[in-house]
């Protein structure tokens, strides 16, 4: 059982940046993943990028180059930043934290890229 606090959302215009944070707490034990996600008006959530135990790194072919995540392990803590925003960018975003079969999702948080 674990509970996912998200901040950084908002509205930025294109080519902006904004950062995202995820705070995990709670019962933990470890993570094997925490990544983030979205889902835009009318369309499915998706994966943005995720990263494992181990360190390493996934993301959509959409945000490469554009998005880093990264983690403080010792704060339990992951970060997305996104960087080069396009108003194809804008959905709500969330936080995920995956821990053997159990998997946990912070509240969403709305990005909105926009002139």
């Known amino acids: 059982q674990v509970k996912l606090v998200v901040s950084g959302g908002g509205l930025v215009k294109p080519g902006g940046s904004l950062r995202l944070s995820c705070v995990a707490s709670?019962?933990?034990?470890?993570?094997?993943?925490m990544g983030w996600y979205r889902q835009a008006p009318g369309k499915q959530r998706e994966l943005v990028a995720a990263?494992?135990?181990?360190?390493?790194?996934n993301y959509a072919d959409s945000v490469k180059g554009r998005f880093t995540i990264s983690r403080d392990n010792a704060k339990n803590t992951v970060y997305l930043q996104m960087n080069s925003l396009k108003p194809e960018d804008t959905a709500v975003y969330y936080c995920n934290a995956r821990s053997g079969t159990m998997s946990s999702w912070g509240q969403g948080t709305q990005i909105t890229v926009s002139s």
């Open positions: 709670g019962t933990i034990f470890r993570f094997d993943a």
């Open positions: 990263i494992t135990g181990g360190g390493s790194r």
